[in-house]
RNA sequence: GUGGGCGUAGCUCAGCUGGUAGAGCACUCGGUUGUGGUCCGAGAUGUCGCGGGUUCGAGCCCCGUCGUUCACCCCA
C-alpha cells in the first residue's frame, strides 16, 4: 500500500541539487562585497517576538497587517516569522550591546523571510535575502557605500538590465507636511472606495498604482522631493555626487514608494527589467528612527535587502549563470563487498591528502560503477581489489581521455595536481 | 484577498469530433572473466491532481475542490 505523499506548503521556494549550486554561487556573488568592506556575519532568529514587527514595519503597513505568519506559541506569546530582516538586526544590537562599541555597527545577514501572499512569478511566501546594516553614523559617504556595496552584488552576477532607482523621503517634519498636502489633492480625484481607502493608510501608495487612469491623476500631485528640508537636500545632493564619483549611474525617482514605514531619507531601489510584475530585486534605505522606537539609543542607520531568488531569475533571463562544476577528484569503486571496508579507508586517505573523494556503493556492476563515475563528472577513478590492497598502488584513470596512470595511495598528489 | 490560464510516466509533452493511454529524454539490466562516455537489445513506471455529475462508455464534456501559474494588490 502506497501512502499518500505529502508536498511542501503553498508558495515556499526551495533549492535542491543541481540548481542549488546556482543559488549558492547567487548567494554568494551579492553579499562578498560586503564582506570584503568590513561587514560581520549576524546569525539571527527566523521567528521574533510579535511586538517587534508591529513596532518597527508599522501596524499600518500591509506587511504587517495581512501578510505576516503569525501564531501563539505553547507559552502563549505572540511570535511571528520575520517578514524582513532590519527589525531582526536592530533588536539584536540592541540587545546585545553592539552600539555600545565603535561605530558604524557593520553586520551582514542572510536567510528566509516569510509572507503570507498569493505567489506569483518571483514573489514567494518564503522567500531569500541578503542584506547588510551599518548603523550609528549619518554620512552621506555611508549612504553612497552602502548602495555601492548592493551594486557590486549585482554585477558580480553580471547583471546589466537593470537600474538603480534613488530618491530621499526627508525628515518627519517634512513627510507630515507633504502628507497634508497630498491627502488634499487626493481629495480632488475621483477614486474607487479601495482606492480611496489605500490612500487613507499611506496617500503615497497611490504614486505606485499600476493602472493608467490612476498615473494619470497623479500627475500634478505634490511631491515629497520639493517638501525637503536643506539639511535633507543637501545630504542627498551628497549622495548623489558620491555614487558620481563612483560612477554608479541611477535615476532620482521622485515618486518612489516603499513599503515600509521606517525609511527615512535616502532611499533606493533595484529594478530589473525581465522580470515581469515582481521586478524589484533589492531595496534599501536610511531608518533614522528605528532604534529608538525599538528602545535603543537615538541611533541612525542604513541597509539593503536583496532578493536571492530574484537575482538568480535575473540571472537567468540575462543567461550570466556560469556553469557550477560539482565534481570529485576521485571516485573509488571496491570491487566486491570484501573491498568496500579497503574503500572507505582509501577514500578517507585521499580526503586527508587533501582530494575530494566519493565511494561507490551498493551492489552494482562494474560496469554500472563507471556509469556512476562518469556520471558524477569525476576527474579520476580507481578500481581496487587485491592487486590495490597489496601492491599499495592504484592506477588513476583519467576520465577525459580514458588514460590511467599507477601511483602509489599515499602519494595521489603526483597525479591528481596534474 | 480578487481575476485569468493550466494540471496525462522522474522530466518535456502527444492523445483527432468522448470508446478505459503513448513518444522522446532520463532510469535499471544486459551485449560473459577488473574499467565509463557512442551503439545495440531488454525492462520498470501512470488510481490521466482529487471528488461528484452527464453518458452504454470520459484523459477528453459539466460542477466543485486542491495544486500550480500569470496578473491586480503588495513587495525581495
Given at each position: ?27 554568494e ?7 570584503s ?17 508591529n ?8 506587511v504587517v ?107 518627519a ?34 504614486f ?31 549622495v ?10 541611477y ?33 534599501g ?21 536583496l ?21 570529485s ?16 579507508t ?31 563528472g ?17 592506477e ?23
Amino acid at each position: 500500500m502506497k501512502l499518500e505523499k505529502i508536498a511542501a506548503p503553498k508558495g515556499v521556494r526551495e533549492y535542491l541539487p543541481p540548481e542549488s549550486r546556482s543559488f549558492e554561487w547567487v548567494r554568494e556573488q551579492l553579499i562578498s562585497p560586503a564582506k570584503s568592506a568590513g561587514y560581520q556575519l549576524m546569525e539571527l532568529p527566523v521567528f521574533e517576538d510579535t511586538t517587534l514587527f508591529n513596532r518597527g514595519v508599522g501596524e499600518t503597513t500591509d506587511v504587517v497587517s495581512k501578510e505576516m505568519y503569525t501564531f501563539e506559541d505553547r507559552g502563549g506569546r505572540s511570535i511571528t516569522l520575520r517578514p524582513e530582516g532590519t527589525a531582526g538586526v536592530m533588536r539584536a544590537v540592541i540587545e546585545g550591546n553592539l552600539d555600545r562599541g565603535q561605530l558604524p555597527v557593520k553586520v551582514w545577514y542572510a536567510g528566509q523571510f516569510f509572507r503570507a501572499e498569493r505567489p506569483q512569478a518571483g514573489r514567494y511566501r518564503q522567500f531569500y535575502q541578503v542584506g547588510i546594516e551599518a548603523i550609528g553614523v549619518d554620512d552621506p559617504a555611508l549612504d553612497a557605500e552602502v548602495i555601492a556595496i548592493a551594486n557590486q552584488g549585482f554585477k558580480n552576477l553580471g547583471l546589466k538590465r537593470y537600474r538603480l532607482e534613488i530618491t530621499s523621503l526627508g525628515d518627519a517634519a517634512s513627510r507630515a507636511a507633504h502628507r497634508v498636502d497630498l491627502m488634499k489633492f487626493i481629495g480632488g480625484l475621483n477614486l474607487d472606495d479601495a482606492t480611496k481607502a489605500r490612500s487613507e493608510i499611506n496617500p503615497l501608495r497611490l504614486f505606485d498604482d499600476k493602472r493608467p487612469e490612476i498615473i494619470d491623476a497623479m500627475q500634478g500631485a505634490p511631491l515629497l522631493m520639493d517638501y525637503l528640508s536643506d539639511y535633507s537636500l543637501d545630504h542627498f545632493s551628497k549622495v548623489t555626487g558620491y555614487l558620481d564619483d563612483l560612477n554608479i549611474s541611477y535615476v532620482v525617482n521622485k515618486r518612489m514608494v516603499r513599503g515600509l514605514d521606517y525609511y527615512t531619507g535616502t532611499t533606493f531601489e533595484f529594478v530589473h527589467s525581465d522580470l515581469g510584475a515582481q521586478s524589484g530585486i533589492g531595496g534599501g534605505g536610511r531608518y533614522d528612527g528605528l532604534m529608538e522606537v525599538l528602545g535603543g539609543q537615538p541611533l541612525s542607520g542604513i541597509g539593503f535587502g536583496l532578493g536571492i531568488d530574484r537575482a538568480l531569475l535575473a540571472a537567468i533571463a540575462e543567461n550570466t549563470l556560469p556553469i557550477q562544476e560539482f565534481s570529485s577528484d576521485l571516485f573509488i569503486i571496491p570491487l566486491g563487498d570484501e573491498m568496500k571496508s579497503f574503500a572507505l579507508t582509501f577514500a578517507a586517505s585521499a580526503r586527508k591528502q587533501g582530494f575530494s573523494a566519493e565511494v561507490a556503493f551498493g551492489e552494482r556492476s562494474l560496469k554500472g560503477a563507471m556509469k556512476g563515475a562518469d556520471k558524477s563528472g569525476a576527474r579520476f577513478v580507481a578500481v581496487i581489489g587485491e592487486t590495490e590492497r597489496e601492491s599499495g598502488s592504484v592506477e588513476l584513470k583519467r576520465m577525459s581521455d580514458g588514460t590511467s596512470i599507477s601511483v602509489k595511495m599515499s602519494e595521489l598528489n603526483k597525479v591528481l595536481e596534474l
